[in-house]
Structures are given as structure tokens and as C-alpha cells.
């Protein structure tokens, strides 16, 4: 059963870089895109982006000039970064098993999701 | 983008009540419609995919219909567990895109 896990800090100070890890387990990274989602506080699911072990990526206009995304097919990990942070970006992060199959055109839904993880930005 | 408009934003019913929240899409997206749920805290959990498909062990008093442009979640029949946000999420194109929720709510 694949089960995945974010990790990284909890409180990132304003204009600097959140980084976060999604550690894979029960399946091979390489069997599927990967996605990273957020929610701020009481607000709405925000998809970031996806990622392929190749490292074909496809991420979110809004968000596009802040993100990018890893991978470390050694370690069943992937990861986020997002530069130059405010407020705005306060929110639980999640990793997610992306819709997007491996043949690059099914599309399914987010079917296994990570338990998320609370990113404050502040002084 | 494709946007994702559901209604009502919220509502309050009783226990076995049957509930309908809508979800409509800005352009076509044949059957490419998901149903979430989520709880306080935790993560969404996946119900329907393509529009009807029920997740396995999701129950059968949650069914989806829809295709093209308009979507429709139903609860037969509202147990006290249901109690949730509930978000639709299209997978026709990038970027992916949910509704605001729909928060139902104890009566």
C-alpha cells in the first residue's frame, strides 16, 4: 500500500525559500507523476504542480516563477521549493499521487494523499 | 484555467437526509470530475473518480453523476460521519483545479 509523508521546516521567515520532501513508500517513485497541493487556513485545495521521475515537470501558471520540484529516485523522494515567500503562502502542504498516469494521457484523480504539513511564513 | 463553481458553498441538514451539492465546470471536461471528502485536519479523501466511478470502500449512499459542464454529488441518505467539506477537482487539463467546497453541516 503506498503511503507518503511530507517533511520540512514549520516556519519559514518572509522573502526566503520553503522546501519541502515527500518520502514515497510501498511503490517505486517511478511508477507515477507526483503532485503538491496546498490549503491555506480555512481556505480551498491550491494544485502547485506535478513531477515525473524523469523529472518532467508541469506546474501551476500562478505559482510558476517561485516553484520548482525534484526528484531523488535513490531515496523515493520528492521535493518543493518556493522562493521569495509572504504570508499569502501560509498553508498545509501535501503531497499526492498526481492524476496523470504513466502513459502520459489517462487521467485519473489525487487517489493516495500524504497527511500534510503546516507551513507558516512569519518574522 | 478551467474553474470549478459548487453550490451551495454550505448547508445544514439532519441525519438521513439526502443531500445534492453541484459542481459546474467553465468548459467542457467530458467525465474527468472528482469528488473529495475532507475532515477537520486531515486529508481529502478521494470518493468518486470520472464522475460515477465509487471508490472501493467508499459507501454506496454516495453516488456522482454528471458530464460536460455539469456535475452532481449525492448522499442518499446523511450519516452522522458525512459531516465534511466536500470538493469536486477536474483532471481534463493542467493546471488542476477544485471548487471552493461545500461545508455540510449538522441541522
Known amino acids: 500500500q503506498v503511503q507518503l509523508q511530507e517533511s520540512g521546516p514549520g516556519l519559514v521567515k518572509p522573502s526566503e525559500t520553503l522546501s519541502l520532501t515527500c518520502t514515497v513508500s510501498?511503490?517505486?517513485?517511478?511508477?507515477?507523476?507526483w503532485s503538491w497541493i496546498r490549503q491555506p487556513p480555512g481556505k480551498g485545495l491550491e494544485w502547485i504542480g506535478y513531477?515525473?521521475?524523469?523529472?518532467?515537470?508541469n506546474y501551476n501558471p500562478s505559482l510558476k516563477s517561485r516553484v520548482t520540484m525534484s526528484v531523488d529516485t535513490s531515496k523515493n523522494q520528492f521535493s518543493l521549493k518556493l522562493t521569495s515567500v509572504t504570508a499569502a503562502d501560509t498553508a498545509v502542504y501535501y503531497c499526492?499521487?498526481?492524476?496523470?498516469?504513466?502513459?502520459?494521457?489517462?487521467?485519473?484523480?489525487?487517489?493516495?494523499w500524504g497527511q500534510g504539513t503546516m507551513v507558516t511564513v512569519s518574522s | 484555467d478551467i474553474q470549478m463553481t459548487q453550490s451551495p458553498s454550505s448547508l445544514s441538514a439532519s441525519v438521513g437526509d439526502r443531500v445534492t451539492i453541484t459542481c459546474r465546470a467553465s468548459?467542457?471536461?467530458?467525465?474527468?470530475l472528482n469528488w473529495y471528502q475532507q475532515k477537520p485536519g486531515k486529508a481529502p479523501k478521494l470518493l468518486i473518480s470520472?464522475?460515477?466511478n465509487l471508490q472501493s470502500g467508499v459507501p454506496s449512499r454516495f453516488s456522482g453523476s454528471g458530464s460536460g459542464t455539469d456535475f452532481t454529488l449525492t448522499i442518499s441518505s446523511l450519516q452522522p460521519e458525512d459531516f465534511a467539506t466536500y470538493y469536486c477537482?477536474?483532471?481534463?487539463?493542467?493546471?488542476?483545479?477544485f471548487g471552493q467546497g461545500t461545508k455540510v453541516e449538522i441541522k
Open positions: 499526492a499521487r498526481d492524476p496523470l498516469a504513466r502513459d502520459g494521457y489517462t487521467r485519473n484523480a489525487f487517489d493516495i
Open positions: 510501498g511503490d517505486s517513485i517511478s511508477s507515477f507523476y
Open positions: 470520472a464522475a460515477s
Open positions: 468548459q467542457s471536461i467530458p467525465s474527468y
Open positions: 477537482q477536474q483532471s481534463y487539463s493542467t493546471p488542476w483545479t
Open positions: 513531477i515525473y521521475y524523469s523529472g518532467n515537470t
